[in-house]
């Protein structure tokens, strides 16, 4: 043999000794009855896991927060609106874990909401008539200003939550996604990550 070759020969060995240390291994395959012995559970969607419960809000906010969703984004036809979508029962578990400046609008609005239904119409906002609910939020359609009163404030904080979460929520996301190419969802929910 010629020393050139030989000492190719050796230059090789190491090399093939350590892809050899680099293949994976390989673990042994379970017995069949280990395999039967796997529990499956099945992964799930919180939010579909169970209902939500108000904690923040008291009966009569909560009552209010809902009326207000519903005449804010209400249902249209298969679109589902604000109170289907549950953005009431996430705005109360927001609200619940926001600042305390934001708590604080929202509790005196909403509490401002049911004064003004009972003080002019003598119901709670829950059991105002569109018609009176519309004289109430005429707020709404006051030209915007940079500093408003803190009931016209309330509103439309109120209203721009109302509308981030309702679509936001996979309700509407499933029927948008299906009548427009644009609303697939994308990067608006998030899911858990496995």
Excluded: C
């Amino acid at each position: 043999m010629k020393r050139r070759s030989l000492l190719q020969a050796l230059t090789t060995v190491p090399a093939v000794t350590l892809l050899r240390a680099q293949q994976p291994v390989v673990p042994p395959k379970p017995s069949p009855a280990a395999v039967e012995e796997i529990p499956v559970i099945e992964a799930t969607i919180p939010d579909l896991a169970g209902t939500t419960v108000a904690s923040f809000f008291s009966e009569a906010q909560f009552a209010a927060l809902r009326r207000l969703s519903d005449l804010i984004l209400p249902a249209m036809g298969d679109v589902p609106g604000a109170v289907r979508t549950r953005a009431p029962e996430f705005l109360d578990f927001l609200v619940g874990e926001s600042n305390a400046e934001r708590q604080k609008l929202y509790r005196e609005g909403l509490d401002a909401l049911n004064s003004r239904a009972e003080r002019q119409f003598h119901v709670p906002f829950a059991k105002a008539t569109q018609e009176q609910a519309d004289l109430i939020l005429l707020p709404l359609r006051t030209e915007w200003t940079a500093s408003p009163d803190q009931f016209t404030g309330f509103l439309r904080a109120a209203k721009a939550d109302i509308l981030q979460a309702t679509e936001s929520s996979q309700d509407w996301i499933r029927i948008m996604s299906k009548r427009v190419r644009s609303a697939g969802g994308l990067g608006t929910y998030w899911f858990p990550i496995e």
